[in-house]
T-cell receptor, first 111, second 114 residues
Framework: QKEVEQDPGPLSVPEGAIVSLNCTYS??????FMWYRQYSRKGPELLMYTYSSGNKEDGRFTAQVDKSSKYISLFIRDSQPSDSATYLC???????????FGPGTRLSVLP | GAGVSQSPSNKVTEKGKDVELRCDPISGHTALYWYRQSLGQGLEFLIYFQGNSAPDKSGLPSDRFSAERTGGSVSTLTIQRTQQEDSAVYLC????????????FGPGTRLLVL
């Protein structure tokens, strides 16, 4: 079992749809959770950063962490074609130096 | 200010040759990371530099891989005697203080070993 699992997609949705992207993980020591967006042939860029459990909202994006289930989600409201990218989850422990990334979910928002 | 830059953006080499990949982190960032991203795979951690401390090399896949960071700024990742399985995108990231800080990524170097 990989340390971080993520459905690779591709996920295709119509413009305006609500998108749900998810990751599961096995290491209960993870405390910091991040979502990155990566456009084709670009480096990842940080979207959301949360600590421990709970929700965090930023514009059309909401990150949700459920540590009891070892499950994190990223919701995108009113999705736009410009949201088409690969979304990577990442996580780290309190005292670790390594960030562990999921393999990414490829999202296509169709106009 | 300027983001993380990497060079070259693309590199094609023959099996058995050595390659050097360069990373210029964001000015003032003390932490620097190298990752490898293969098609359909997540980012694979390679090496981490924090200030003047000895680097964390735990992710380097073999002794053909090495990295250095000069003056706490620019870093070079060297792959000796390249193999076809080394073909990937090599990403560099930097952060202000280290492991718990937001990482900012460069655009990557696409390496193809023929």
């Amino acid at each position: 079992q990989k340390e971080v699992e993520q459905d690779p997609g591709p996920l295709s949705v119509p413009e305006g749809a609500i998108v749900s992207l998810n990751c599961t993980y096995s290491n209960s020591a993870f405390q910091y959770f991040m979502w990155y967006r990566q456009y084709s042939r670009k480096g990842p860029e940080l979207l959301m950063y949360t600590y421990s459990s709970g929700n965090k909202e930023d514009g059309r994006f909401t990150a949700q962490v459920d540590k009891s289930s070892k499950y994190i989600s990223l919701f995108i409201r009113d999705s736009q074609p410009s949201d088409s990218a690969t979304y990577l989850c990442a996580m780290s422990t309190n005292y670790g130096q390594n960030f562990v990334f999921g393999p990414g979910t490829r999202l296509s928002v169709l106009p | 200010g300027a983001g993380v830059s990497q060079s070259p953006s693309n590199k094609v080499t023959e099996k058995g040759k050595d390659v050097e990949l360069r990373c210029d982190p964001i000015s003032g960032h003390t932490a620097l990371y190298w990752y490898r991203q293969s098609l359909g795979q997540g980012l694979e951690f390679l090496i981490y530099f924090q200030g003047n401390s000895a680097p964390d090399k735990s992710g380097l896949p073999s002794d053909r891989f090495s990295a250095e960071r000069t003056g706490g700024s620019v870093s070079t990742l060297t792959i000796q005697r390249t193999q076809q399985e080394d073909s990937a995108v090599y990403l560099c990231a930097s952060s202000f203080r280290g492991a718990l800080e937001t990482q900012y990524f460069g655009p990557g170097t696409r390496l193809l070993v023929l």
